[in-house]
């Protein structure tokens, strides 16, 4: 028999908050390993390990790579690295960006329930979108506990609400009474089941959903008729409305329509300023031709008039999809479901 020892933890927007108050409950004697990711800029100096620290009993510190972890200590994801749970050890990388991130709630959670199964905690905190619903329901399958902070607790609801649509969590509840559920948790007899570890270079990068149609083999998934926003590629789609391409950039449903919305507001501003560079060329050659060759030149003064009414036609355009894109609280609330 072995306990409940693994504690993953993801949040994103609004996830310190929560982490604090979450932190700050937890007991000193916490008899498991907690792992946090938090999605944070690339580039971002990250003081997270020294504000939980701070705020609680436990001592944290960033991961490292090849470090075996403890019990009663909290290991953070640096930026602009995937953190993986492995057999005896914690694994960083820089593989692909998932659902647009790199540390992915995703990558952490599925490797922990690939290799401890019924030991694996989830836990889901404050955030946009719907990294970590994949994976929570992955340590469900493998018999592990979910846990989702209670939507009203959180600054940021939308991940809470899409984790609780993806799987029926275990426990809904506050950041700190996250802490008193993790305790008890922690103390709980589990059967282990039949060892189905992964090696730990699979977790991050390879698209595991996808592998057999991104290898060549029969898969579950098949070509979706998209491309990458990450990297330009063919996109597949796999189980439980995964997408990946080929490099090994993956997507839910929800991460994929807002790069696509990212990338055609991208493409939509280049053209406005292409076509208004035209325009501005166009009114100069006008300039220039207008006594010599003036039928030459009122041709280019129509251009620019043109190219002037198809710019406001796209600013329109993008105002009117920026309208529709995804926004947090607004699809995720409506189909959010009543708490168990």
Known sequence: MQNRDIVTIGASAGGI??????????????EAAVFVVLHIQPLATSVLPQILDRAGPLTVEH????LPPERRRIYVAPPDHHLVV????MRLSRSPRQNGHRPSVDA???SAARVHGPRVVGVVLSGALDDGSAGLAEIKRAGGMAVVQEPADAATPDMPRNAMRAVAPDHVA????IASILAASAKQAVQPEDPTVTEPSDAPGTPLELEGSLSGQPGAGGASGLTCPSCGGAVWEGEHGRFGCHI??????ESIFAAQSEALESAILIALRAMREKAALALKLAERMADDYPATGRRFERQADELEQATTQLQEALDRSAQVAWEPGGAAVEAAPKRP
């Open 108 to 110: 952490l959670f599925r």
């Open 86 to 89: 492995a057999d005896g050890c």
């Open 174 to 177: 506050t950041a700190p009474e």
């Open 248 to 253: 090994g950039h993956q997507f839910s449903l």
């Open 63 to 66: 991961a490292r790579d090849g």
């Open 17 to 30: 908050e929560a982490l604090t108050r979450l932190c700050a409950a937890l007991p000193r004697d916490l």
